[in-house]
């Protein structure tokens, strides 16, 4: 156990309070913020000094951050907590009933709105009184809401990683009453059918066996329906780690989902190893499948080798699971620094080997996206359809798509950009 050494503390000790509820904004915020990492931060400005603000914010960075991902969330409490007043403000009136050209018309970024929440600690803004009963207003101001967005709307539109504790709350639940329906696959295989296409060759020798011979009717048959599988690889990494859970509720609600359409559904992720949670999915509890799922894949949030991992899946799991024409959703930024002609190597053999590969990347929300990274290029002529999936939206979108063969998404504009 580390022993630590007197600390003097003055009468009124305003920094070591100010840290304090700091460290507690950013504890509400989902940081693993401690009373060992506050002491550890105090003691930290103590030696450090508060002369420099970049000295201090990266004095409280390196006892508060201990993960990539937490980097976003302690950069906007900090901004929020120490350096940008009207910040506050902003946030503060995007938690009010907003009135387009009131309000300032500007989205939140990352993590912007569970950094507010955790310093406002569930209290709302101060809303003026309402005025004296028989007391009336000069100018009375009448406002037509009826074109405005309700807020389910915006919420289908807003990107994951900008929603707040409670929208992503709202999210999930609306995640999972989503379906993804899929048309069968046509087969040679035939069913009984008084009015089908086909003749039953088969059937009607049976019926005339029963009798003496004598063929009296005609037995038809139409196609049976087949329904395909779906292989769904989900990038778990650091910067797709909000994205991912959002994905993979939507994925658990389209596998207990009886009669959707799909034949299986198999599920894996990967960051820098592959990892089959088919099983966990099955789970209809979807906290306990996630939670499972979770303690699957002991490489979450961490780092990315798409590559490899696609090596893997080709090699063990693709003869397994790729049968009966299997649609392959592929989540992920594509944001690898391996080796991009091994890279572009496994997803052509992906793609061969299923009926049809679809990518799923959270990057083309941005308007101004552009194909620039090595692994984006070495992927994306493989595909056969490129889309965003940042949003509830992007993934209603992908149930509409999936059904229609010819549906390239950005694939096409963005192979023009290369």
Known sequence: MAEYLPLEIPETPRLAQNITHFARALRKAGLPVGPGRVIDAVRAVEAAGFTSRTDFYWTLHACFVSR?????????????????????????????????????????????????????????????DPPPEGEEEELPIEVDASQTMSHEERLRSLDFEQMSTAEVAEAKRMLARMTLPVKPLPSRRGRPAPHGPQPDWRGTMRAAMRQGGEVQTLARQAPRPRWPNLVVLCDISGSMSQYSRMVLHFLHAVANRKGAGWAKVHAFTFGTRLTNITRHLATRDVDRALAAAGAEAQDWEGGTRIGACLH??????????????????????????????????????????????????????????????????????????????????SLADLADAISRPDDAGEKARLLDMM
């Open 312 to 393: 893997a899946f080709n090699r063990d799991w693709s003869r397994r699971v790729m049968g009966q024409g299997a649609v392959v959703l592929l989540i992920t930024d594509g944001l690898d620094r391996d080796d991009a002609g091994a890279l572009g190597h496994e997803v052509e053999r992906l793609a061969l080997s299923s009926r049809r590969l679809m990518w799923i990347n959270p990057l083309l929300r941005w308007d101004g996206f552009a194909p620039k990274a090595t692994g984006i290029r070495a992927m994306l002529p493989h595909v056969d359809s490129f889309r965003a999936g940042h949003s509830i939206q």
């Open 68 to 128: 990539p991902e937490h980097r976003v969330v302690f950069h906007q409490v900090f901004r929020l907590y120490w350096r940008d007043p009207r910040f506050l403000e902003h946030m503060m009136s995007m938690m009010l009933p907003a009135v387009r050209g009131v309000q300032e018309d500007r989205a939140a970024d990352a993590a912007e709105k569970r950094a507010a929440e955790a310093l406002l600690d569930g209290h709302a803004p101060d809303l003026p």
